[in-house]
């Protein structure tokens, strides 16, 4: 099903640019928002208080790969970082390790840790499975791996394999949520849903969402819910990338119904180029969540996706020329509920080729007055 968007128009969004770092020709693949510090890996990394403008260069230097994710391993209380290191600085590494390394970064000193060796991946998500923490973890865009926070941190990382991919597309792109409401997390990655076992030694169960398998890269995704039954899926390694809202249908492993987000309202293809950027966020404060997305190649345009609660979605162009790798929306105002980036004083962030920017939302939240 194709959805024609409408043009925005009652409720445009306006937002200010402010550039917060230049990069010169510093490379960044990763980064993480926590609250108002985001933290940037790829030559370096790095930590940009983003209310007062100023960045902090650690002595843990790449080049790091795309994939990591921030928690506390430890339980000191203080975030860490696990990464893809493609150098192995200081790590003893096995004879069959082809030069890279999933490790995590111990605060305050960034010391390196191995977790495993000879991983290759640009998707980690910070998980809990039956009560065991640690990461999932998207191996060379075929394999879905937890790796187990052990019970002395600096050890290797027990590692069970989910599921393996057998399909003509890599997988990329990692979501946790109850599909099928019995109570335990399932995983998405890619086309597909992978339904949790009644327990953690018992296989996991794989199903369709969709079947974008075209090409190579056809399921490299970004995934996020902006519903109790919708998914919104967008191919980040494609020219001409795919933008879809998926309804989840009554009996989720049947495959579910597309939408298709890929025109303006003057029926105008979007021709999405390469759009590795994208965050979920209620920009208006109407209580219905939107998204942004990010081109990281050809135009670079910025888009706000305005979700209308009708299924519809209504893309506002922000800007052009930006090329975001990276798209974060920060509650800027710090107003918005915990976990939750809604309305006047929601901004975003863009990671763009050789500098990061603040896009401060001036539009004022539906019912409240100028």
Not at 74 to 87: H, M
Not at 287 to 315: C, I, K, M, Q
Request: with cysteine.
């Amino acid at each position: 099903m194709l959805l024609v968007l409408p043009v925005l128009s009652a409720q445009s969004l306006r937002f200010t640019r402010k550039d917060l770092a230049k990069l010169g020709g510093e490379r960044v693949t990763g980064s993480a928002l926590l609250g108002r510090t985001l933290v940037t890996w790829g030559d370096r990394l790095r930590w940009l208080n983003l209310s007062e403008g100023k960045g902090t260069a650690s002595l843990a230097r790449g080049p790091f790969a795309e994939g990591g994710a921030v928690l506390d391993v430890d339980g000191d209380g203080r975030p860490d970082i696990v990464l893809n290191d493609t150098v192995l600085n200081d790590i003893v590494l096995n004879d069959d390790a082809p030069g890279r390394a999933l490790v995590w970064l111990e605060a305050p000193d960034w010391k390196r840790h191995a977790i495993d060796t000879a991983v290759d991946t640009t998707d980690v998500l910070a998980a809990q499975l039956f009560g065991r923490r640690g990461i999932l973890v998207v191996h060379r865009r075929a394999q879905v791996r937890f790796y187990e926070i052990p019970h002395r941190a600096a050890d290797r990382w027990p590692m069970t394999e989910i599921y393996s991919f057998y399909t003509p597309s890599d997988q990329g792109g990692l979501a946790l949520a109850d599909v099928d409401g019995d109570g335990r997390p399932d995983i998405l990655c890619g086309n597909y849903w992978i339904r949790s076992p009644k327990s953690f030694d018992l296989p996991w169960r794989l199903f369709a969402i969709e079947l974008w398998n075209e090409e190579p890269h056809s399921a490299m995704l970004r995934l996020a819910w902006i519903g109790p039954r919708e998914l919104i899926a967008m191919q980040r390694e494609m020219n001409g990338a795919r933008l879809a809202c998926f309804v989840k249908p009554a009996d989720p492993r049947q495959l579910w119904t597309a939408h298709s987000i890929t025109e303006h309202g003057t029926g105008e293809s979007l021709a999405l180029d390469h759009p590795r950027g994208f965050d979920v966020a209620d920009f208006n404060g109407d209580g219905r969540l939107d998204f942004v997305v990010g081109e990281s190649s050809g135009a670079g345009r910025l888009f706000v996706f305005h979700n209308d609660g009708s299924g519809r979605f209504t893309p506002q162009e922000i800007a052009t020329g930006v090329a975001a790798e990276r798209v974060h929306a920060v509650d800027w105002n710090g107003v918005g509920r915990p976990g939750v980036v809604t309305g006047k004083g929601t901004g975003i962030i863009t990671i763009g080729k050789g500098v990061i920017s603040l896009w401060q939302n001036g539009t004022r939240r539906q019912g409240i007055p100028p």
